[in-house]
T-cell receptor, first 111, second 111 residues
Framework: DADVTQTPRNRITKTGKRIMLECSQT?????MYWYRQDPGLGLRLIYY???????NKGEISDGYSVSRQAQAKFSLSLESAIPNQTALYFC??????????FGPGTRLLVL | RKEVEQDPGPFNVPEGATVAFNCTYS??????FFWYRQDCRKEPKLLMS???SGNEDGRFTAQLNRASQYISLLIRDSKLSDSATYLC????????????FGSGTQLTVLP
């Protein structure tokens, strides 16, 4: 079984809809991250969390929110989706070594 | 100026060739450096960390030049399976300990 899982793997939604992307990990790591990847722009950090009570904004947090429900779960919400949020979204975890382990990604299309 | 800059490529090389990728970073206080590999439509995975004295892992050699803020990755005896996008990754100093990802260099190894 994969150490970092993401659901859904693919999602098509309409402008203005609320959508939640979920991430779960079995690695026992405290640190979790949400990134988006766009062609030519690389991975950009949306939010990160170093433990259950810790939430921090990343480079591009506007239009997104997160919830760290447990050490193993970190969800990303788009409160009102817009077309420029169409992207590939990755969840990642790390321990103190800084090495990050990524989930398989969620492809989101906002129409 | 981007925090981490890479030549996007694509690099198309024949099997058995030696190929080198370069990366520059803007924050002189960065302390940790990595190369990640990303296959098409898949998640990034750690290829190797980059140490100050340079390091080698089989056919892969990574070098760091702090004075020039420059990181390199050398792949010897290229295999078809090396075809992927290679991401240069640098940490952001301070308590946040975030990683900044370059946009990647695409490599295709041709038979």
């Amino acid at each position: 079984d994969a150490d970092v899982t993401q659901t859904p793997r693919n999602r098509i939604t309409k402008t203005g809809k609320r959508i939640m992307l979920e991430c779960s990990q079995t690695k026992g790591h405290d640190r979790m991250y949400w990134y988006r990847q766009d062609p030519g722009l690389g991975l950009r950090l949306i939010y990160y969390s170093f433990d259950v009570k810790d939430i921090n904004k990343g480079e591009i947090s506007d239009g997104y929110s997160v919830s760290r429900q447990a050490q193993a779960k970190f969800s990303l919400s788009l409160e009102s989706a817009i077309p420029n949020q169409t992207a590939l979204y990755f969840c990642a975890t790390s321990d103190v070594s800084e090495t990050q382990y990524f989930g398989p990604g969620t492809r989101l299309l906002v129409l | 100026r981007k925090e981490v800059e890479q030549d996007p490529g694509p690099f198309n090389v024949p099997e058995g060739a030696t190929v080198a990728f370069n990366c520059t970073y803007s924050n002189s206080a960065s302390q940790s450096f990595f190369w990640y590999r990303q296959d098409c439509r898949k998640e990034p995975k750690l290829l190797m960390s980059v140490y100050s004295s340079g390091n080698e892992d089989g056919r892969f050699t990574a070098q760091l030049n702090r004075a020039s803020q420059y990181i390199s990755l050398l792949i010897r005896d290229s295999k078809l399976s090396d075809s992927a996008t290679y991401l240069c990754v640098v940490n952001s100093p301070g308590s946040a300990r975030q990683l900044t990802f370059g946009s990647g260099t695409q490599l295709t190894v041709l038979p």
